[in-house]
């Protein structure tokens, strides 16, 4: 970090004696491929240069948006070639700085996570933005949940419509599809849970019977998240499996709720992802 400041008494008169008048300057921050950890998030290869223009001791702006690359967050699921650029202004006696993110795209399970622009004013709540998912691997999402006997293939498109405040972030309607042809999800049930279909109505027993080996051509999940963190995913499958004899059409309705903040802390311990930071650090 280098500094440009210039300074002069003057200004109003305190009980310690004659002001301090600080002139405009600039301060430069440079960090290049830096990683580290904040609460239970961990960054690898974050760098930029960031050029602050001051004005008085009351507000620090960039001259410029500055261009931010990351290698990767992890927070127990891996955003990676995060891309983007940031414009701040902070009037320090305000609620906050003033946070302008543009043109965010980064690579999520696969796939590509895009965002056009994110504007943040701590004055004025809330703060509301759009993510865009393309073809997003099925398979390495069913992955994160650690089920065992469930497998899928697929490619998934979506917009998450994200509102944050001071309670935290929610989304509110969001939506993921399945690309055209679709794909397939298997279930396999392990000893414990074959013995209760075993057990169970003729229905159920079909249900598992169809999810064996199921082509399905339709794949729509409506996407609700809480500020508390409690994720609600209502899906539609539409298909049939092949393998019973005259398959008919099969549609199924499913809801699926899961509690983000205790799985990412899962994951975060399982994978451990402390240790594996450190790894990197030393290799690089």
Known sequence: MTADLAWSAGGAVSAQGQGVVLHPGSVTVQ?????GIFREIAVQGFSTTLVLKTTG??????????????ASVQTGIELSNLKTTVDLNWT????GPVVDVRDIQGELFGGTMTCPAVHIDPAKPPAQWTLSLREIDLAKVLSVEQQKGIEGTGLLNGTLPITLTAAGASVKDGSIEAQPPGGIIRYTATPEAGKLLAES?????????????????VLRVGVQYREDGLLQLAARLEGKNPDMKKPPPIHFNLTVQENIPALLKTLWTVQDIVESLKQRVQKG
């Open 31 to 35: 960090a290049d491929n830096l990683s």
């Open 92 to 95: 320090l006696s305000g609620a």
């Open 57 to 70: 001791f009351d507000q620090i702006a960039t001259r410029q948006p500055a261009a931010v690359t990351v």
């Open 201 to 217: 109505d003729q229905s159920l027993k079909l249900v598992a019977q169809a999810l064996n080996n199921f082509h399905y051509n």
